[in-house]
């Protein structure tokens, strides 16, 4: 017993419990630290399946999407139709479920007919596909394709490879009916004879519109209607200030592209 | 011993009994942590190789079939054109094809023998766990019997006990195959079964696989689709 006591209250080497304890609680501290980084593993696995699903849904949404008819991929509810559940029977709709699953990944459909007005070339249809969340940050797939018009005249604006086909509309289209409207301001002094002339310059030979000459006055305009688009060149005969003996001519520039276009001369310079 | 026991008391003390056994329980309780998450990203690495290599094979198995059905000729060639289908269902698809057959050349086309072909969902027994099997008439006698070639394409399809709720009907099954056509008014519709009369109206497949990525564990399904348009079909 004496021994014992003697062993007990001479301690100076070893650890002892407090020590011990101590040593378990900073060991849990770091564990618990690391913790984190084992659930970022777990969460980032997890991530990439759901990554996975979502690319192999929005893929098999395009081949579908492919296998439209062209009347159907134009039409302006093409999206909406896209969207419902009932669509050709159930290859589409605006969510997927993976079999036995019960997160929910969330697909959208955008369809841009291209051009956007008149007669459409092609029609660029992407599809979306959002990851349901949790278990990470939702994520959105997204993938797209083109479908050419297979009956359009025209392949001026053809698809380019470019992942944002967006043709910008031609400076000068070669469609359309506009209206020129020449007003003459200072006099009524517009030459009688040769009156003001409108000529399409942009086309060889030039094409003279008719009616020319007109004879605008002061509160009548010279009026030009059913041009097509594009450059043309507005002549002026008059006379500076009635003064017979001085003819003048003046000519303006005007470029028609998408609205009617109105000019003014002054008949005083 | 008392010199002795003195001695050793003033030279060092130790560790007690009592201490040894508190820190032997603190050791074991920290490193059966320690196992435990060991054994959780054990078996979740297998599980996840497990599931890349069922995915792979289903996806191996989906090429093989697309190509073939892409592949797929009719019978004879007669105006107006055949079907070079010859029964399509929800879990079987019957076609005729020269694919692999001796004479096909590499790229598909040749003088191969034509030979009908399926590819099937064996459906008996009571397992969910179904088997995709892809069979020729290669003795070409128009049975399906022992004679013909027959090749397992994948194990594990889960589709005949998954309910599908996006057709309409809905079916108590998610079919392997569906098959689209243009309706009268030439819009796109699907159907998985198509009868006899009217498959020369096919203009694509839709191949679905799910199969099963973890036996005997939680299910977790691969769902794998691939659409094809066989380009022998009249309307494609």
Same mark, same amino acid.
């Given at each position: 017993m004496i021994m014992r006591k003697q062993l007990a209250c001479d301690c100076g080497d070893g650890f002892s419990l407090v020590e011990l304890l101590i040593t378990i609680i900073i060991?849990?501290?770091?564990?618990?630290?690391?913790?984190?980084?084992?659930?970022?593993?777990?969460?980032?696995?997890?991530?990439?399946?759901?990554?996975?699903?979502?690319?192999?849904?929005?893929?098999?949404?395009?081949?579908?999407?492919?296998?439209?008819?062209?009347?159907?991929?134009?039409?302006?509810?093409?999206?909406?139709?896209?969207?419902?559940?009932?669509?050709?029977?159930?290859?589409?709709?605006?969510?997927?479920?993976?079999?036995?699953?019960?997160?929910?990944?969330?697909?959208?459909?955008?369809?841009?007919?291209?051009?956007?007005?008149?007669?459409?070339?092609?029609?660029?249809?992407?599809?979306?596909?959002?990851?349901?969340?949790?278990?990470?940050?939702?994520?959105?797939?997204?993938?797209?394709?083109?479908?050419?018009n297979p009956s359009a005249t025209s392949n001026s604006s053809s698809p380019s490879p470019s992942p944002s086909p967006s043709p910008s509309p031609s400076p000068s289209p070669t469609t359309g009916s506009y209206t020129l409207t020449v007003m003459v301001g200072g006099g009524n002094w517009v030459n009688p004879t040769t009156g003001v002339t409108v000529v399409k310059n942009d086309v060889t030979p030039n094409v003279t519109e008719t009616?020319?000459?007109?004879?605008?006055?002061?509160?009548?305009?010279?009026?030009?209607?059913g041009l097509p688009a594009g450059q043309y060149l507005v002549t002026c005969n008059y006379y500076k200030n009635g003064?017979?003996?001085?003819?003048?001519?003046?000519?303006?520039?005007?470029?028609?592209?998408?609205?009617?276009?109105?000019?003014?001369?002054?008949?005083?310079? | 011993m008392l010199s002795i026991g003195a001695k050793r008391g003033r030279r060092q003390a130790g560790v007690t009994l009592v201490e040894l056994l508190v820190s032997m329980i603190i050791l074991s309780i920290i490193s059966t942590m320690v196992i435990v998450v060991w054994f959780a990203l054990q078996s979740s690495y297998a599980q996840s190789a497990n599931a890349n290599d069922t995915r792979s094979a289903a996806r191996d198995a989906l090429n093989r079939v697309a190509s073939e059905i892409r592949d797929a000729q009719p019978q004879t060639i007669t105006t107006p054109a055949q079907a070079p289908f010859a029964m399509a269902g929800p879990t079987e698809v019957d076609f005729y094809s020269s694919y692999n057959q001796p004479g096909t050349a590499a790229n598909g086309s040749g003088t191969g023998t034509l030979r009908l072909t399926r590819v099937y969902l064996d459906t008996s027994g009571t397992s969910p766990?179904? %088997?995709?099997?892809?069979?020729?008439?290669?003795?070409?006698?128009?049975?399906?019997?022992?004679?013909?070639?027959?090749?397992?394409?994948?194990?594990?399809?889960?589709?005949?006990?998954?309910?599908?709720?996006?057709?309409?009907?809905?079916?108590?099954? %998610?079919?392997?195959?569906?098959?689209?056509?243009?309706?009268?008014?030439?819009?796109?519709?699907?159907?998985?079964?198509?009868?006899?009369?009217?498959?020369?109206?096919?203009?694509?497949?839709?191949?679905?696989?799910?199969?099963? %990525?973890?036996?005997?564990?939680?299910? %977790?399904r691969a769902d794998l689709q691939i659409t094809v348009r066989p380009r022998n079909a009249p309307q494609s």
């Open positions: 060991a849990g501290v770091v564990f618990a630290a690391m913790v984190p980084f084992f659930m970022n593993v777990v969460t980032a696995s997890s991530r990439d399946r759901v990554r996975n699903v979502a690319t192999d849904v929005a893929q098999t949404r395009i081949e579908n999407i492919r296998l439209l008819s062209f009347s159907q991929l134009s039409d302006p509810s093409i999206a909406t139709n896209l969207s419902s559940a009932g669509f050709a029977n159930g290859q589409f709709g605006s969510t997927y479920m993976p079999p036995g699953g019960s997160s929910v990944y969330t697909v959208s459909y955008s369809v841009t007919n291209v051009p956007s007005t008149g007669a459409v070339n092609y029609v660029r249809v992407a599809v979306s596909v959002t990851t349901p969340s949790p278990p990470s940050s939702p994520y959105t797939a997204t993938m797209a394709t083109i479908v050419m009616p020319s000459p007109q004879f605008p006055t002061t509160t009548s305009n010279g009026v030009w209607s003064q017979m003996s001085g003819p003048k001519t003046t000519t303006q520039t005007v470029f028609i592209t998408t609205s009617n276009a109105t000019i003014s001369f002054d008949l005083t310079q | 766990y179904k %088997t995709l099997y892809w069979q020729r008439d290669t003795n070409n006698n128009g049975t399906w019997d022992s004679g013909d070639r027959l090749i397992v394409l994948a194990t594990n399809v889960v589709n005949n006990s998954i309910a599908n709720t996006a057709v309409t009907p809905n079916t108590s099954y %998610t079919a392997i195959f569906t098959y689209g056509y243009r309706d009268s008014n030439g819009n796109f519709t699907s159907a998985d079964t198509i009868s006899a009369a009217n498959l020369t109206s096919i203009i694509s497949v839709n191949i679905r696989l799910i199969v099963d %990525t973890n036996l005997n564990h939680t299910p %977790t």
